[in-house]
């Protein structure tokens, strides 16, 4: 069960890297510019904290890397620690974790449709890691994978002076089987060569199965950011 939880962390993770979007508001349109400017930042390292309590109580660090290749973006595991042992790269669950795909996407609620997107404009605003940040309040549905619809639902914090994105905290409904709890905590910044980047999320869940429950707290660290450049396709089609 802990292997799974550390897998699903990672898909919250790759999720949270791609910026989510909306309406007309002049501070909204700022932060949409810089994220669909900034679209194709990819973290270089990735270091993953993860802790779980209840039916099993563990901790585990694992810290991966992420390289442009010609091909793309190639992960590789570079150490892991697991209830105190280090992980074996070997390892299955290693081997799904290197399968999950960092690359960026031109999509999120930061480049949907605004007439898909339900915003709301908060009154007054709020101190985030010492930033004076409007509130929006934004809920979105989205089709799942097998084919039913969820809603996204969500906090999005922007500088009140800039615009800068600055805290997303969402979660989605209905839950997946299991979860009685989902939160995704994404805090953001800019990078010494000036790009809107993705510095840390935080994952909360809780699931409970057989009258058992667990619930896991992940902490990802994003650090090294680079552009991603898209595969050429120069000669692809070449017979």
């Known amino acids: 069960m802990f292997k799974k939880q550390l897998i699903i962390a990672l ?3 790759v999720t949270a890297t791609c910026l989510l979007a909306a309406d007309i508001d002049p501070l909204w349109a700022k932060a949409q510019k810089m994220a669909q400017a900034d679209w194709d930042m990819v973290p270089g ?3 993953l904290s993860i802790s779980t309590s209840g039916a099993q109580s563990m901790s585990a660090e694992i810290h991966l890397s992420v390289k442009q290749t010609p091909e793309g973006l190639e992960t ?3 150490q892991g620690v697991l209830g105190g042992e280090e992980i074996d790269p070997a390892d299955p ?3 799904q974790m290197l399968q999950q795909d960092f690359t960026p996407q031109q999509e999120g609620i930061f480049f949907d449709d605004p007439a898909d997107l339900k915003l709301k404009k908060a009154k007054g605003t709020k101190m985030v890691d010492g930033v004076d940040c409007v509130t929006f ?3 979105k549905k989205v089709k799942t994978d097998d084919g039913n619809t969820s809603e996204i639902i969500g906090t999005m914090y922007l500088d009140s002076k800039t615009g800068e994105p600055v805290m997303d905290e969402n979660t989605i409904f209905p839950l997946p089987d299991m979860f009685t709890k989902m939160s995704n905590t994404t805090y ?3 990078d010494k060569k000036g790009h809107l980047i993705s510095d840390r999320v935080y994952n909360e869940s809780t699931i409970e199965f057989a009258g058992q429950k667990m619930e896991t707290t992940t ?3 994003m650090l090294n950011h680079f552009q991603y450049t898209p595969p050429s396709t120069e000669g692809m089609f070449e017979e």
């Open 11 to 13: 898909l919250l993770i």
């Open 45 to 47: 390292k990735v270091k």
């Open 76 to 78: 590789e595991f570079i």
């Open 93 to 95: 669950m290693v081997g």
């Open 137 to 139: 309040k934004y809920n």
């Open 188 to 190: 953001y910044k800019i």
């Open 219 to 221: 902490k990802s660290t």
